[in-house]
């Protein structure tokens, strides 16, 4: 769903841990879901996406989870490294809009040693 | 090789200035689109073009005009640079099959 220009929020995980990084989205009618992951001074770049019909998708060390009932998303990222620090996004496509992408707010993780 | 390439990477101006970042992409897709990301990193769609069709144009002020001269370029200009507009815009391409991919962005700051 679209951010509101909050702080942007922020997980700590310990290296080796699991990750779970979660996201509202705000448009019942949207046709498929993805999650960005953005390095210091990049763009956001591919994770994974999942379609509005799926409830979830595997990728290598990614889960992603669609709940349509309470419009929520979340990634998550198995046994998490330090290359994985980065802001996280989820973005919510809409055909119907002309395949407008609406992201959410982002959110920070930290990977500790 | 890059895909989705933007020009330049860093824009320093002062406000009342007219700039234009460039956008190219590689990759054939049709569509192509700017986002604004602001200082919380929050990320929005500010155009989108079709095969140089504009498609989306969210509320923008007009002093922002894209122009697309073929479907493998979508630069954006900027009339009477504000304060506000400092940010850092993504240029991105999207193909039906693979999805959406950015570029590395342009910073642009207003002093």
């Given amino acids: 769903g679209e951010s509101v ?16 990084i979660n996201c509202a989205y705000s448009n019942s009618a949207s046709d498929y879901f993805i999650w960005y992951k953005q390095e210091s001074g990049k763009g956001p770049q591919f994770i994974i996406d999942i379609r509005s019909n799926m409830d979830k998708r595997q990728g290598q060390r990614v889960t992603v989870l669609l709940n349509k009932t309470v419009k929520h998303l979340s990634l998550q ?22 395949n407008k992408l609406t992201f959410g707010g982002g959110t920070r993780v930290l990977v500790k040693p | 090789d890059t895909a989705v390439s933007q020009t330049p990477k860093y824009l320093v101006t002062q406000m009342g200035n007219d700039k234009s970042i460039k956008c190219e992409q590689n990759l054939g897709h049709d569509t192509m689109y700017w986002y604004k990301q602001d200082s919380k990193k929050f990320l929005k769609i500010m155009f989108s073009y079709n095969n140089k ?16 001269p073929d479907k493998a370029h979508l630069n954006l200009h900027i009339n009477s640079l504000e304060l506000g507009d400092s940010a850092v815009y993504f240029c991105a391409s999207r193909d039906l099959e693979r999805g ?11 002093v």
């Fill in chain 1, 77 to 98: 990222i198995a046994a998490t490294q330090p290359g994985d620090s980065a802001v996280y996004f989820c973005a919510e496509n809409m055909k119907a809009a002309g």
């Fill in chain 2, 53 to 68: 069709e504009l498609i989306i144009n969210e509320t923008v002020p007009n002093r922002f005009s894209p122009k697309s």
């Fill in chain 1, 5 to 20: 220009g909050l702080h942007l929020p922020t997980l700590s995980v310990q290296e080796g841990d699991n990750s779970i």
């Fill in chain 2, 100 to 110: 959406y991919t950015f570029g590395s962005g342009t910073r642009l700051t207003v």
